[in-house]
T-cell receptor, first 111, second 115 residues
Framework: SQQGEEDPQALSIQEGENATMNCSYK?????LQWYRQNSGRGLVHLIL?????REKHSGRLRVTLDTSKKSSSLLITASRAADTASYFC???????????FGKGTMLLVSP | NAGVMQNPRHLVRRRGQEARLRCSPM?????VYWYRQLPEEGLKFMVY????????ESGMPKERFSAEFPKEGPSILRIQQVVRGDSAAYFC?????????????FGSGTRLTVV
């Protein structure tokens, strides 16, 4: 079954705006990771947040994690056309050393 | 460092044929993971291997699918007697340890089309 579920499924914004994507999951986790996938390409790791962390930053990315609500959000600030891609959250759950992915959010950033 | 290399990038097979997908992990990585992505879907875990060992194959279909990671050479995902439902993108990821501290490195995938 799907562990992570991203919301929204699709998001369309203008360059310079912020983009926020949300992820919900069902079981206890060791960490939660966000990946980007450009059309027809492989996944690129963006950021990892551990279960004992609440917020993490990396460049224009900000990730939050609320383990009580089993949810995470990814914020991309000052978006660029090059940010156009699908974004996936993936959970590393206790007891497993593999990732469970959601269906992703398709982000379109228009110039 | 060439990253995770997968080949071929695209593979077309007729129903009933065999498909062999190869994955060379990043240099220094001894953990390999295979995932499958259906259109408009996220990735689904298939199998986790270390050199010469299958650690977790809970995501592998029981029939027709097999995987190996020999002492020398790339990891191979083999699909025998392919059917149209096997058409998907297959991704390989590698890491230097169980539960890498900074996430996994993925290859660009092999897109399998069964005609």
């Amino acid at each position: 079954s799907q562990q992570g579920e991203e919301d929204p499924q699709a998001l369309s914004i203008q360059e310079g705006e912020n983009a926020t994507m949300n992820c919900s999951y069902k079981t206890s986790i060791n960490n939660l990771q966000w990946y980007r996938q450009n059309s027809g390409r492989g996944l690129v790791h963006l950021i990892l947040i551990r279960s004992n962390e609440r917020e993490k930053h990396s460049g224009r990315l900000r990730v939050t994690l609320d383990t009580s609500k089993k949810s995470s959000s990814l914020l991309i600030t000052a978006s660029r056309a090059a940010d156009t891609a699908s974004y996936f959250c993936a959970t590393d759950s206790t007891g497993y050393s593999t990732l469970t992915f959601g269906k992703g959010t398709m982000l379109l950033v228009s110039p | 460092n060439a990253g995770v290399m997968q080949n071929p990038r695209h593979l077309v097979r007729r129903r009933g044929q065999e498909a062999r997908l190869r994955c060379s992990p990043m240099k220094g990585h001894s953990h390999v993971y295979w995932y499958r992505q259906l259109p408009e879907e996220g990735l689904k875990f298939m199998v986790y291997l270390q050199k010469e060992n299958i650690i977790d194959e809970s995501g592998m279909p029981k029939e027709r699918f097999s995987a190996e990671f020999p002492k020398e050479g790339p990891s191979i995902l083999r699909i025998q007697q392919v059917v149209r439902g096997d058409s998907a993108a297959y991704f390989c990821a590698s890491s230097d340890r169980d539960r890498p501290l900074y996430g996994y490195t993925f290859g660009s995938g092999t897109r399998l089309t069964v005609v």
